[in-house]
């Protein structure tokens, strides 16, 4: 146990801590590091290791990877986000308009997605107003968190929580749309409210951002997929099954070569997810998953509103620990135990997503926005924790109270 336990910190020192300067390692290496001690130090053998992939998963992502890859080479992301731009009236109106485009696309498709493919498109239509990017850079991190929530190809661990949980695609989306939506105002009036001298200055009259081009024949094709994909999600809880089948659909009708979408498919994010599968699988052979349970049992309570309100606290502290997609994968080991485990996966889907909120490191989506940015504008540690903390505490908890309506 003391090897299993040791590797286990070892991998989620590496996965979280980032921000130290001198640690050179990515998380999808420090888990593969983990994943090869499990097996070179004895705690599992290689066939175990191979069986505790998660292949459902794994499949599940690329199916949606490879889509979002060719709506990146038909450029749909940065045509949309030039149309919501020339949209807007005002600096109010725009943080909305971004907001609320940031979320939905999150809920469509990948969160770390669209912050990726938004935040130099805003950076650089709002280079030419005299508008502060702060607060617009801000709610573009948070909204997509919060979008991401609605759907289970929203964000990874929703991936994750989608294949092992047995939950429905809209059956889903039908009890955490109410949250999202709700969580989304209220990020939306917490920034206005911290920013609102900002928004209040004119400095719209100079956002005529240049328009992309839209590859037309490459978007109907697609358009024609997610039809299809989604109507799959409706009528098939086999979610990777749906998946794969349509991002093979877009490798053979798109019309446009197959290695221009699968070298924008995100592989370390792939490598990243099975072998945290594999560090997971190797202390809970050894009994650590059971001993960690043991500990935080008792603060969970043993009637089903107390448990969601414990269990969303904790899921809370613990993603902003360890981030929310290795959390989710430790915690899922944990659903069987509680009252009702059908509830607990909304429950744990709920506050691990707004958990990225909280702090800048708190979520992928968050440092790319962060990142992409960091050369136009700092936005400092504690001037996002002012917005991410109020913006979590209120979100968890409206979450937490439609729960607790819904299911007690």
Not at 101 to 123: E, G, H, K, Q, R
Not at 178 to 199: E, Q, R, S, T
Request: glycine share 8%.
């Amino acid at each position: 146990m003391i090897k299993a336990l040791l590797i286990f910190l070892i991998t989620y020192f590496i996965i979280s801590a980032q921000r130290i300067s001198w640690l050179w390692l990515d998380r999808p290496t420090g888990a593969l590091l983990g994943a090869v001690l499990m097996v070179g130090l004895g705690v599992m053998t290689l066939e175990e290791a191979y069986r505790a992939i998660d292949l459902n998963t794994i499949v599940l992502l690329l199916g949606m990877m490879i889509i979002v890859a060719y709506l990146k080479v038909a450029n749909f992301f940065e045509y949309l986000a030039y149309i919501l731009l020339r949209w807007s009236r005002s600096a109010t109106g725009l943080l909305c308009l971004v907001s609320l485009s940031s979320a939905v696309l999150s809920a469509l498709f990948i969160n770390d997605t669209v912050c990726l493919l938004f935040t130099p498109l805003l950076l650089s239509a709002l280079s030419k107003t005299r508008l502060n990017p702060v607060p617009f850079l801000i709610a573009l991190a948070t909204s997509s968190n919060i979008g991401s929530v609605v759907t289970l190809t929203g964000n990874p661990q929703n991936m994750i929580i989608g294949v092992l949980s047995g939950w429905g695609y809209w059956q889903y989306c039908l009890y955490l749309l109410p949250v999202g939506c709700l969580a989304l105002i209220l990020n939306v009036a917490v920034i206005y409210l911290f920013f609102h001298k900002d928004l209040a200055k004119k400095g719209l009259d100079h956002l005529t951002p240049s328009e992309p081009s839209l590859d037309g024949d490459l978007m109907t094709r697609l358009g024609l997929i997610l039809i299809a994909v989604f109507l799959g999600f409706t009528f098939s809880r086999n979610l990777p099954l749906v998946s794969i089948v349509g991002g093979t659909a877009a490798l053979v009708f798109s019309g446009v070569r197959p290695s221009s979408a699968l070298e924008r498919v995100n592989w370390p994010l792939l490598l990243f997810f099975g072998c945290l599968f594999i560090v997971v699988a190797g202390v809970k052979k050894v009994g650590v998953v059971d001993m960690l349970y043991g500990q935080i049992e008792p603060l969970l309570g043993q009637s089903l509103p107390s448990q969601i309100v414990g269990f969303s606290l904790f899921s809370v502290l613990a993603s902003n620990l360890v981030s929310n997609v290795p959390y989710v994968i430790l915690a899922s080991q944990w659903m069987d135990r509680f009252s009702e485990p059908s509830v607990m996966w909304l429950v744990l889907a709920m506050s691990s997503t707004f958990a990225g909120n909280l702090t800048i490191v708190g979520s992928v989506a968050n440092m790319i926005v962060m990142e992409l940015s960091r050369e136009t504008v700092h936005i400092g540690f504690f001037q996002f924790l002012k917005v991410g903390l109020t913006v979590t505490i209120l979100s968890v908890a409206v979450g937490v109270a439609i729960m607790v309506i819904l299911f007690r």
